[in-house]
């Protein structure tokens, strides 16, 4: 079983910055393929970045040059510093694995697993 926990949402002023988290923890994996999403009231969930295995990085139009996806693998966790906030960043931000490394063959496979979210909530 996977389960991911989101911290570091908070409420900021425009401008300001904020540091999210997601823990990945499960008996059969030893590695994870990690996203964020948002949403926000009335909208549908979307994209804002990811981080694969070996690095490489992905990010909305919106995220890119204000948001910065990391991860420590020996931790699996993932981070998003997110810097320059707008009120449009408000939303909910979730976690998602979408592959996981099997501890014992270590190869990958498809496991789509989400946080709980964690609220981001910024005031102009």
């Known amino acids: 079983q996977v389960q991911l926990v989101e911290s570091g949402g908070g409420s900021v002023q425009a401008g300001g910055s904020l540091r999210l988290s997601c823990v990945a923890s499960?008996?059969?994996?030893?590695?994870?393929?990690m996203n964020w999403y948002r949403q926000a009231p009335g909208k549908e969930r979307e994209f804002v970045s990811a981080i694969d295995h070996d690095g490489t990085t992905a990010y909305s139009i919106s995220a890119k040059g204000r948001f910065t996806i990391s991860q420590d693998k020996e931790k699996n966790t993932a981070f998003l510093q997110m810097n320059s906030l707008k009120p449009e960043d408000t939303a909910m931000y979730y976690c998602?694995?979408?592959?996981?490394?099997?501890?014992?063959?270590?190869?990958?496979?498809?496991?789509?697993?989400w946080g709980q979210g964690t609220q981001v909530t910024v005031s102009s």
């Open positions: 998602n694995a979408d592959r996981g490394r099997r501890c014992y063959s270590g190869s990958w496979t498809d496991i789509y697993i």
């Open positions: 499960g008996r059969t994996y030893c590695g994870f393929e």
